[in-house]
T-cell receptor
Framework: AQRVTQPEKLLSVFKGAPVELKCNYSYSGSPELFWYVQYSRQRLQLLLRHISRESIKGFTADLNKGETSFHLKKPFAQEEDSAMYYCALYTGGFKTIFGAGTRLFVKA | DAGVIQSPRHEVTEMGQEVTLRCKPISGHNSLFWYRQTMMRGLELLIYFNNNVPIDDSGMPEDRFSAKMPNASFSTLKIQPSEPRDSAVYFC???????????FGPGTRLTVL
């Protein structure tokens, strides 16, 4: 079955601490994975995609096919990182499956 | 481009009433998606269209839900009759190609009393 799992609904860290938002997927093909972010009162928007292998706002995500994971990481969290984060998997045929989301709260 | 446009932004209705949500995708995009966001279940894909044709509606929860895309610049999601458990934020998104970035609208917050 095609599935995206984000095990944490809420993640709370202190400013300056490292943060890791977990994402695991289930897919038989070659995955294309994304992280989307929704800041307060803003639209859901793309944060990064694995094929770009880029760092956006200090965030990185590495695809680990062995562990079927695509965890989002940042070494030093900032208050402005507080938002809802969704991991997403493109499954072909124009369809993308989203995880349930993790709300990140960065405390001062 | 103003991005994906959704209307209304907020809708409050009573149980049993018909609700119609509207979406205008980004010009030139050929894929359109309807999602429902709730605290419990996160972001769920309800239905998506490619070139105005519904491709997969397996996420539509019940027959009370229906969606149409009469042309490339407009889509509707209708709930008839509405129920309190339909209360959620409904998002519309569009993209140019399947694996490309999806661009989301601001959402419609629906409250069914």
């Amino acid at each position: 079955a095609q599935r995206v799992t984000q095990p944490e609904k809420l993640l709370s860290v202190f400013k300056g601490a490292p943060v890791e938002l977990k994402c695991n997927y289930s897919y038989s093909g070659s995955p294309e994975l994304f992280w989307y972010v929704q800041y307060s009162r803003q639209r859901l928007q793309l944060l990064l995609r694995h094929i770009s292998r880029e760092s956006i706002k200090g965030f990185t995500a590495d695809l680990n096919k062995g562990e079927t994971s695509f965890h989002l990481k940042k070494p030093f969290a900032q208050e402005e990182d507080s938002a809802m984060y969704y991991c997403a998997l493109y499954t072909g045929g124009f369809k993308t499956i989203f995880g349930a989301g993790t709300r990140l709260f960065v405390k001062a | 481009d103003a991005g994906v446009i959704q209307s209304p932004r907020h809708e409050v209705t009573e149980m049993g009433q018909e609700v119609t949500l509207r979406c205008k995708p980004i010009s030139g995009h050929n894929s359109l998606f309807w999602y429902r966001q709730t605290m419990m279940r996160g972001l769920e894909l309800l239905i998506y269209f490619n070139n105005n044709v519904p491709i997969d509606d397996s996420g539509m929860p019940e027959d009370r839900f229906s969606a149409k895309m009469p042309n490339a610049s407009f889509s509707t999601l209708k709930i008839q009759p509405s129920e309190p458990r339909d209360s959620a934020v409904y998002f519309c998104a569009s993209s140019l190609r399947g694996p490309d970035t999806q661009y989301f609208g601001p959402g419609t917050r629906l409250t069914v009393l």
